[in-house]
């Protein structure tokens, strides 16, 4: 698994990418504006979801992760951003930035395709 390139590194130099970001009832999702790439969101040290930001040019993560507690329904139409909005007082946020170009996007998509075959998470089975 080790000598899959995605981009210019292997899966393993990804998973040491990880940031944790904190709890997300208490992040300031603006420093992320401009940065795309993939997130895990953790519950009871159990990851349960892994999902993308891929709009370089259009709030990256910032805007993806604020998605699940707008307002509008538009993103918790999902059975998954419905479930993290029932969970949100207790999800951690952890992220890998892949950069914010076109070029990032495409790496993002396909490292976020690893992901969620190597880690399974239960979110992102329905």
């Known amino acids: 698994m080790n000598t899959i390139k995605i981009g210019n590194k292997t ?4 998973q040491e990418q990880w940031i944790e970001i904190g709890e997300y009832k208490n992040i300031d999702f603006s420093k992320y ?3 795309i ?7 009871d040290k159990k990851v349960v979801y ?3 930001a891929t ?6 993560f910032r805007k993806r ?3 699940y507690t707008r307002k509008s329904e538009s993103a918790r139409s999902y059975n998954s951003g419905k479930k993290l909005k029932q969970n949100i007082k207790n ?6 930035i892949v950069g914010n170009d076109l070029a990032a996007v495409e790496i993002t998509k396909r490292l976020e395709h690893l992901m969620i075959a190597i880690h399974w998470p239960k979110w992102n089975r329905n």
Do not use: T
Not at 11 to 14: A, G, I, M, R
Not at 55 to 60: A, L, P, Q, T
């Open 50 to 52: 892994i999902g993308r």
């Open 65 to 67: 992760l604020s998605d």
């Open 11 to 14: 899966f393993e130099e990804w």
């Open 33 to 35: 504006n401009k940065n």
């Open 55 to 60: 709009e370089y040019d259009n709030g990256g």
């Open 91 to 96: 999800a951690d946020i952890e992220i890998i």
């Open 37 to 43: 790439g993939i997130y895990k969101i953790i519950l």
